[in-house]
């Protein structure tokens, strides 16, 4: 089984595969153009579908029974391989409220900018994670704000 942040990647890679158009948004171009924004739109759509038929194979598999190895070490084995994919597809549902948030975002006009400072995120941040909402800048002040509060 992949690790989760492996599976995670792979999911996008296959949305972004997936997309019908050659197009891919540039630095070059007017930011956050209808272009741009309907290029987001259509990946964060493909990666929740992918997510989605990526989670009813688990189900599936779920629902066909038990492990039923004979073995303790292949039993234990078995559930901690099971236990890994659970917390995948759980860590797959929280994205999949993240890709709606993003979505709304580009509905109301705020995707690509940063929530904290309110410049544009950039092209390429996006292209990598298009759930971002903060500048790389942002995101490592509020990393080393976290750091230092738990640390406290």
Not at 19 to 44: C, W
Not at 117 to 122: A, E, S
Request: proline residues 3%; contains cysteine; hydrophobic residues 35%.
């Amino acid at each position: 089984m992949a690790s989760v942040s492996n599976d995670d990647i792979d999911v996008l890679a296959k949305a972004k595969r997936a997309l019908a158009h050659d197009y891919t948004p540039t630095d070059g171009e007017e930011y956050m153009s209808d272009e741009q924004l309907n290029y987001f739109r259509v990946l964060l759509l493909e990666w929740k579908k992918s997510i989605y038929a990526a989670s009813e194979g688990t189900l599936q598999s779920l629902q066909d029974g038990p492990i039923r190895e004979p073995d303790l070490n292949d039993r234990a084995s078995s559930e901690t391989d099971w236990g890994i994919e659970l917390r995948t597809r759980d860590r797959q549902r929280k994205l999949i409220s993240k890709i709606d948030s993003a979505m709304r975002r580009i509905d109301q006009g705020e995707y690509g900018w940063c929530e904290v400072t309110g410049d544009p995120i950039g092209i390429n941040r996006l292209i990598a994670r298009p759930i971002a909402t903060m500048t790389v800048e942002a995101q490592t002040a509020h990393e080393r704000r976290e750091k230092v509060s738990r640390d406290d």
